[in-house]
């Protein structure tokens, strides 16, 4: 069985071709970042009228690129939710035409789970149990994984999400949107123990981010301008080092009470190159498949329920975390 993967659930408009054992045949995002970028954010509106162009597009180069075509497809996946309603829309859309002129079955799937199982991708394919960090743009979670058909949350966040965190501080230090990947190169070049960013304690498993965001913004504005170009690269080693103590520390005690004795990581955040060697035995997404795409969203399709052809039509999506 072929899988055609869709998903537009934010500003990456992707399609990927997988086959049922995991193999990638081809995974294409076309990502809208510069687009949102002068707005210091992703614009809802903005994104699904991008979407709408993409879509077709980038089905058609996931398709050529799998050196195949529709005939080659058994059944097509698409995001569910959550994430911005229109964006979703679009590719919900855009699936149920194709699923449907073909006769083919859909395959809906939580964008989530999607994250989880870009883990279960060859060559490095996971095996479950773990204790899954999923860290992304909107969304910080420690996830019991048991099985590959999905996940308990343990552990949440209050405020601010990981990634969330990232953008914000990358905003207060000028470093544009969005600024994860930004902050990780620039701390590269700083002292991370130059100041020290107070990491909450929140009770249970959740975190809290928005006090360190706050504490950045007062460390900021006592700056001048030719000081905060001096001291731009320690704010960001600093600010990083203390989201991935928070990251870690919490992962760590969450894989403790709940005796699992690996760690996964995954979502946009596990792209960040001090996360990733601050937990060295830990199971790591592989770079590509970090931030937003739908090798993903196929490869969680293999562990959904298909719905058959045409019971998809009235397929509604869903914004927030069900
Ligand atoms: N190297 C990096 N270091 C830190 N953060 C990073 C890095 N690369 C990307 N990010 C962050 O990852 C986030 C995007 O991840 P992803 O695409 O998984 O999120 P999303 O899809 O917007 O959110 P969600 O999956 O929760 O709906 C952004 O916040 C970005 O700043
Ligand atoms: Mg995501």
Redesign the pocket.
């Known amino acids: 069985m072929v899988l055609l993967g869709v998903e537009t ?2 500003d ?1 408009t992707a399609a990927a071709v997988v086959t049922e054992d995991g193999r990638i045949l081809s995974n294409v995002v076309s990502s809208q970042a510069e687009l949102h970028a002068r707005f210091g954010g992703v614009v809802p509106e903005v994104a699904s009228r991008r979407h709408l162009e993409l879509v077709a597009p980038v089905v058609q180069g996931a398709l050529a690129e799998a050196g195949t075509s529709l005939d080659g497809i058994d059944a097509v996946a698409v995001t569910r939710g ?2 911005l309603i229109g964006a979703l829309l679009v590719g919900i859309s855009a699936a149920k035409a194709i699923a449907w002129s073909r006769g083919l079955p859909l395959i809906p799937v939580d ?2 789970h999607g ?1 989880v199982a870009s883990l279960y991708l060859q060559p490095d394919d996971v095996e479950p149990p773990f204790l899954c960090l999923l860290a ?4 910080t979670l420690l996830l019991d994984v048991q099985d590959r058909t999905g996940f308990t949350v343990l552990g949440s966040t209050l405020d601010d ?1 990981a ?2 965190a ?2 914000k501080g990358a905003r207060l230090l000028g470093l544009g949107y ?4 930004a ?2 190169r620039l701390a590269r070049e700083g002292d991370p123990e130059a100041y020290r960013f107070p990491v909450a304690r929140v009770q249970g498993l959740d975190f809290s981010f928005s006090g360190l965001k706050t504490a950045l913004l007062y460390a900021v504005r006592d700056l001048s301008t030719e000081e905060l170009e001096a001291r731009r690269a320690d704010l960001a080693a600093s600010y990083q080092r203390a989201i991935v103590r928070a990251l870690v520390g919490r992962a760590t005690e969450a894989a403790e009470q709940s005796g699992h004795s690996r760690i996964a990581v995954v ?3 596990a ?3 001090e996360l990733r060697a601050a937990l060295p035995g830990a199971a790591l997404a592989p770079l590509p498949l ?3 795409n739908a090798a993903m969203i196929a490869s969680a399709a293999r562990y959904a329920t298909a719905v058959p052809f045409p019971e998809y039509l009235a397929l509604d999506a869903y914004a927030t975390a069900a």
Do not use: Q, R, Y
């Open positions: 659930s934010c990456e959550p994430g964008h989530l994250h992304s743009g909107g969304h999400a990634g969330e990232f953008d969005p600024g994860g990947a902050i990780d979502g946009g955040v792209a960040n190159s970090c931030t937003d």
